[in-house]
């Protein structure tokens, strides 16, 4: 692989994630605080996009894999969704603000998994189809995701030392800013045609054919319960390490940990275990860094112990997420790996993420006493749902 295709995938990487790290972390403030929506708007809002993932990322595939360059479904998506994050930052009411923010969703949701698509065609074409170099690659190139996310989050601080945090509204701004720029950056990317034809059987039906397979099968609906258990993570972690003594000014530094280990694990372990230990002991492994995290995070202290653990959730993105998106890329024909790729992210980031918010907030809202949360019982949910899937990939899933 020539250092052009690197550099071209590698910030294509990093500014897909940059877009996404510039809003999301703290969006909430500006929705909670200046705009005074309440928890429920507020999980709506954010909530656009889990449901834009279930339609949008097999409608983009199928174009993709049939009718239109994947650079150029990219380009227009950032494009339109930048104009669309300026608007969505004029926004102050819950209605106007939930209508643009699906709108812009639509479009993003579209992009995450053909950013993925995209890399591996063109890696398969760098390395003349050897799996094992297209999978080290990879792991080469998706360690500017967690970079991106880390970046964008110091960027904007940065900003508001300078400017003052104001009405919250920059981080919708910065987010159009890096999503325009990726589109522009999106017009250069490497020719990536669609390698069927508009006659072809849909890709979309052809990927869901893939579950024939009972190994895919198994992968899917492992994929499903741990992204539920995921937002256990998201949606719990800041407001634990609060209630365990970590100041509130520290937290985003201290939740950085994780991101900083996947940084160094996606280069260092993702190839070596793929290689060495195969798919199915490489996902298993990811699963059990999730166990780990939450056994500790249910036992609650000490706190050095609950800090540190976070640094598996580093270790299992890596091993089950990223790893995960190789294994459909490895499984898939080729004329339907942008739909196979889609087809995980509808799973995951769609379904599972948008019920798997909603049974969360069950769960804290259940083990909420006089206003603070009963942490080890809540954590031990996630525990068991873990614990559920190491057992049914060792029991069922060989790669």
Avoid at 137 to 160: D, E
Avoid at 262 to 287: E, H, K, M, N, R
Wanted: hydrophobic share 55%; glycine share 10%.
């Amino acid at each position: 692989m020539g250092w052009e295709l690197y550099i071209a995938l590698s910030v294509m990487m990093f500014l897909e994630y940059a877009v996404w790290g510039a809003w999301s972390p703290v969006l909430a403030a500006r929705l909670l605080g200046p705009l005074k929506m309440t928890g429920k708007q507020t999980g709506w809002i954010y909530g656009t996009l889990w449901i834009a993932s279930i339609v949008s990322p097999l409608l983009a595939g199928q174009i993709a894999d049939r009718y239109v360059a994947t650079q150029w479904i990219l380009a227009l998506s950032h494009i339109l969704g930048g104009i669309l994050l300026f608007v969505a930052a004029r926004k102050t009411s819950f209605g106007s603000l939930f209508a643009v923010m699906f709108i812009y969703s639509l479009f993003f949701a579209a992009t995450i998994p053909l950013v993925n698509s995209l890399m591996f065609t063109q890696l398969g074409k760098a390395f003349a189809g050897d799996a094992a170099k297209v999978n080290a690659a990879s792991g080469n190139i998706f360690l500017w995701a967690p970079i991106a996310w880390v970046l964008a989050g110091l960027l904007l601080t940065g900003w508001r030392r300078i400017k003052g945090t104001g009405d919250g509204s920059d981080c919708l701004k910065l987010a159009g800013v890096l999503s325009l720029v990726m589109g522009i950056v999106c017009l250069f990317l490497p020719n990536t045609p669609p390698p069927g034809t508009g006659s072809d059987a849909m890709p979309f039906l052809k990927a869901f054919s893939l579950v024939k397979d009972p190994n895919f099968l198994v992968f899917l609906v492992v994929s499903f319960i741990l992204g539920s258990q995921l937002q256990f993570y998201y949606l719990g972690t800041a407001q634990f390490l609060g209630d365990i003594g970590v100041e509130s000014k520290n937290i985003p530094a201290v939740m950085s940990w994780a991101q900083f280990v996947q940084t160094i694990a996606t280069p260092l372990a993702l190839g070596f275990c793929i290689t060495t230990l195969g798919f199915s002991w490489t996902l298993t492994i990811g699963v059990i860094s999730w166990l780990l995290m939450y056994l500790a995070y249910s036992a609650t202290k000490p706190k050095w112990l609950v800090i540190g653990s976070m640094g598996f959730h580093g270790i299992a993105y890596v091993l089950f997420i990223i790893g995960g998106q190789i294994y459909v890329n490895a499984v898939a024909p080729a004329d339907i790996r942008s739909s196979a790729q889609a087809l995980l992210s509808v799973v995951v980031t769609g379904l599972s993420f948008l019920l798997g918010t909603q049974f969360t907030g069950i769960v804290m809202d259940k083990f909420r006493k006089d206003g603070k949360f009963q942490w080890r019982p809540i954590f031990l949910m996630p525990c068991t749902l873990t614990f559920v899937c190491v057992i049914v990939l060792l029991c069922f899933f060989k790669g």
